[in-house]
T-cell receptor
């Protein structure tokens, strides 16, 4: 079965410092991986996805993620965090089967301190 | 880019009444729509998947008679919470995927349902 794990409930980082939000996956077949961000009482905003190609994926708002097949990881990164990046981040994998539903990790709350 | 509109953004209803939530794809045809429920500080739990013109496929443990899903057109899906109870209070989010993009999942802004 397809699944993703986000091992950290919360990540704290100082503004201006680099940030990493971790995600590992378990899939049968090719992994199709996504990162979304959620602000309070809002839906999910798409950040980036890995389908195929370069292992380093660049996305919205300066975020990027590195696909690592040997470590089955897809960590989200940003070189310099902003206070406005504080939000809930979800990693997701596209499920197998007819409808290809997205399967989400538990989420990681990112807190960027001034 | 693709936009999904979800209404209402919040609703308060009395126990025993029904509430309808709409999810519209504004600039694309959504072959498949997904309905999620999110509890405070938790992840998204998929409730059901609907294909236009077909009956929805519900996840295990989700009462299909309580959460009625209709996907009557390629741009509109509705979730009706019937005979709502306080335990149905939650944040409901829809997502739509066009038939032309197997990786293009767009989410609505969510509906906060409070049953009193």
């Amino acid at each position: 079965a397809q699944s993703v794990a986000q091992p950290e409930d919360q990540v704290n980082v100082a503004e201006g410092n680099p940030l990493t939000v971790k995600c590992t996956y378990s899939v049968s077949g090719n992994p199709y991986l996504f990162w979304y961000v959620q602000y309070p009482n809002r839906g999910l905003q798409f950040l980036l996805k890995y389908i195929t190609g370069d292992n380093l994926v660049k996305g919205s708002y300066g975020f990027e993620a590195e696909f690592n097949k040997s470590q089955t990881s897809f960590h989200l990164k940003k070189p310099s965090a902003l206070v406005s990046d504080s939000a809930l981040y979800f990693c997701a994998v596209r499920g197998a089967g007819g409808y290809n539903k997205l399967i989400f990790g538990a989420g990681t709350r990112l807190a960027v301190h001034p | 880019g693709a936009v999904v509109s979800q209404h209402p953004s919040w609703v308060i209803c009395k126990s025993g009444t029904s509430v309808k939530i709409e999810c519209r794809s504004l600039d694309f045809q959504a072959t498949t729509m997904f309905w999620y429920r999110q509890f405070p500080k938790q992840s998204l739990m998929l409730m059901a998947t609907s294909n236009e013109g077909s009956k929805a496929t519900y996840e295990q443990g989700v009462e299909k008679d309580k959460f009625l899903i209709n996907h009557a057109s390629l741009t509109l899906s509705t979730l009706t919470v019937t005979s709502a109870h306080p335990e149905d209070s939650s944040f409901y989010i829809c997502s739509a995927k066009p038939g032309t993009d197997n990786y293009g999942y767009t989410f609505g802004s969510g509906t906060r349902l409070t049953v009193v």
